[in-house]
């Protein structure tokens, strides 16, 4: 069950991440730029993070099997339009539809806990392999799209993995426990507390603005990375997702980040980690010239970005148990925020200034991301359950 959940969590993830890969070959299809195309991530990451926001705490005051069928079963139908789209409109609503329907992960996370032996250990375990799905489907995405739409087309991309999506429903349809609600609490209470809880603590608003400033990096990236490989290099959709696999070293990485919370505190971690993708961004500068920079600054960047994100949620955790879901709601949804705003900004930057511009615009936003991840603050009492 737990395998089948972490799967799960890995096709669903990747419907996120498709279109990055894609986005030279839609330009060409449908005749439009690639300053427009860059809305369709945008539109995307919006929609996830509206999606956070909105749908994950529900978890707590509705049945999650019912939740997580239901979203699957739409998010396909929303791929099928991405595959049917006649205009870029049409594709941008769909990409945004898609963002909203899949924030399974952050569903399936607290349901394998539920259905897993109580122990510790075993919770642990359990978390890892889940969380280590959802890495899996988003390195994994960028490859399978480029290379299934340099045999197929971009629009049987966005149908194989409505086809994908659907099935994995039926398995759960049949596989899944129904679970009840976690907590006898309004699903509009759950909502209503959200900003309580982020003014209350320092260490709240510290971990999640800090994540948004370097997920604007993150998207700033992923975004134009494309553009350059295209107009650049001269790379097709295949070698393009290949890229998605330089960054598999932040899955091995990506565990040793909580030690390294342990070892240092949540403050040096994130100094660590946050300052590994500045490096990362200095590394990529020359990488508009050579090949050789641009796939060790993927690597620096990627690990650095994937390690703070877990020390970011091993520093949100040491906060009362009974708010959890709720504080990864606040986390995801500014993460997920920045990620739209940094694809939107890096497209923007690459027509205005090309390559330096960008390595510009996503350094400043590390640093920024740095600053304030760094930052002391007092350790207030944690705040109340609502």
Request: include cysteine; proline fraction near 5%; hydrophobic fraction near 55%.
């Amino acid at each position: 069950m737990i395998l089948l959940l972490a799967a799960t969590s890995a096709v669903t993830a990747a419907n996120v991440y498709l279109s990055q890969p894609l986005l030279g070959a839609v330009a060409a299809s449908l005749g439009v730029g690639p300053d427009l195309l860059g809305a369709v991530p945008t539109a995307t990451q919006l929609g996830y993070a509206a999606g956070i926001l909105l749908l994950v705490p529900a978890g707590d005051s509705h049945d999650r099997r019912r939740l997580i069928l239901g979203l699957g079963t739409a998010s396909a139908l929303a791929l099928a339009v991405c595959a049917a789209a006649p205009s870029a409109g049409w594709l941008i609503a769909a990409s945004f539809a898609v963002g909203v329907l899949s924030p399974v992960p952050q569903l399936v996370t607290p349901l394998a806990v539920a259905l897993a032996d109580g122990a510790d250990g075993g919770r642990g375990r359990t978390v890892g392999t889940v969380q280590g799905g959802l890495l899996i489907g988003v390195l994994a995405s960028r490859a399978y799209s480029g290379s299934f739409a340099d045999l197929a087309g971009w629009r049987a991309v966005y149908g194989c993995s409505a086809v994908l999506t659907l099935l994995l429903v039926l398995v759960l349809r049949r596989a899944l426990p129904r679970v009840p609600a976690a907590a006898a609490v309004r699903y509009r209470d759950t909502l209503a507390s959200l900003p309580r809880l982020f003014r209350s603590a320092p260490l709240v608003r510290r971990v999640t603005v800090s994540g948004a400033l370097v997920g604007i990096a993150f998207g700033a990236f992923w975004t134009t990375l494309t553009f350059l490989l295209v107009g650049h290099y001269h790379l097709g959709p295949t070698a393009i997702g290949l890229f998605g696999l330089l960054a598999a070293a932040s899955a091995v990485a990506s565990p040793y980040a909580g030690r390294a919370a342990d070892r240092l505190g949540h403050r040096g971690a994130l100094a660590m980690l946050i300052g590994l993708v500045v490096v990362g961004w200095l590394i990529l500068l020359p990488g508009g010239t050579g090949l050789g920079w641009l796939i060790a600054g993927v690597i620096v960047l990627d690990v650095g970005v994937w390690g703070g994100q877990a020390a970011s949620q091993t520093a949100l955790f040491t906060l009362e148990p009974a708010i959890h879901n709720r504080l990864n709601t606040l986390y995801f949804t500014l993460r997920f925020l920045g990620i739209a705003l940094g694809s939107l900004a890096g497209s923007l930057a690459w027509s205005a200034g090309g390559w330096p511009a960008v390595v510009a615009t996503g350094a400043a936003a590390t640093v920024a991301g740095l600053i304030v991840g760094v930052l002391p603050v007092r350790t207030p009492a944690a705040p109340r359950r609502s």
